[in-house]
């Protein structure tokens, strides 16, 4: 079946430091791959995504490129900050089984002023 | 304002008293699913429908029950509780176009407590 392994946390940072998570995957079809982004109290929300391999997604500061190589989709940002304290899911869906979805454990990051 | 909505937010009950927990999408999206959050464990999947009257099975179903019946709601149904059910559950839905997986949207959650 399909997986997703996350880089284990929790990780804590200073402000302005380099944010790395790293993300693996096993899957039996062509999966889109995702980031989303947990606050405290919240539900999830997409962070963001690629569709197909070499595809670069980003937002608000953060990149993460569709390596289909490594099998790997990890999570950038150069200079995080207090705001960017959350719990990260990597998840991907695959088109021939969409209805089915994988999510790895979550990576808490804090960031401390 | 494209939402999911999910009632109620938190819950106690005990053991074996049936409830249900409504999940309410106003995007028309086709997909909707359920999934627990539990330390440690991530997400994990209940169910999930592709369309009115389309449910299908995840990864840990046993317990739990769905009915899509309109195409907006998507209710989650435990017919007799155990403490082991006791988590954060969240309900999503996605659009669903035949080829592609698009990203989901998810509701606040619901913090159900069992004993």
């Known amino acids: 079946g399909d997986s997703v392994t996350q880089m284990e946390g929790p990780v804590t940072l200073s402000e302005e430091a380099f944010l790395t998570i790293n993300c693996t995957y096993t899957?039996?079809?062509?999966?889109?791959l995702f980031w989303y982004v947990q606050y405290p109290g919240e539900g999830l929300q997409l962070l963001l995504k690629?569709?197909?391999?070499?595809d670069k997604g980003s937002n608000k500061g953060f990149e993460a490129t569709y390596r289909k190589e490594t099998t790997s989709f990890h999570l950038e940002k150069g200079s995080v900050q207090v705001s960017d304290s959350a719990v990260y899911f990597c998840?991907?869906?695959?088109?021939?089984?969409?209805?089915?979805?994988?999510f790895g454990d979550g990576t808490t990051l804090t960031v401390k002023p | 304002e494209a939402q999911v909505t999910q009632n109620p937010r938190y819950l106690i009950t005990v053991t074996g008293k049936k409830l249900t927990v409504t999940c309410s999408q106003n995007m028309n999206h086709e997909y909707m699913s359920w999934y627990r959050q539990d330390p440690g464990l991530g997400l994990r999947q209940i169910y999930y429908s592709m369309n009115v009257e389309v449910t299908d099975k995840g990864d840990v179903p046993e317990g739990y029950k769905v009915s899509r019946k309109e195409k907006r709601n998507f209710p989650l149904i435990l017919e007799s509780p155990s403490p082991n059910q006791t988590s954060l559950y969240f309900c999503a839905s996605s659009p669903w176009t035949s080829g592609r997986a698009d990203e989901q949207y998810f509701g606040p959650g619901t913090r159900l407590t069992v004993t």
């Open positions: 690629a569709t197909k391999a070499d």
């Open positions: 998840a991907l869906r695959t088109n021939t089984n969409a209805g089915k979805s994988t």
């Open positions: 899957a039996t079809g062509y999966p889109s």
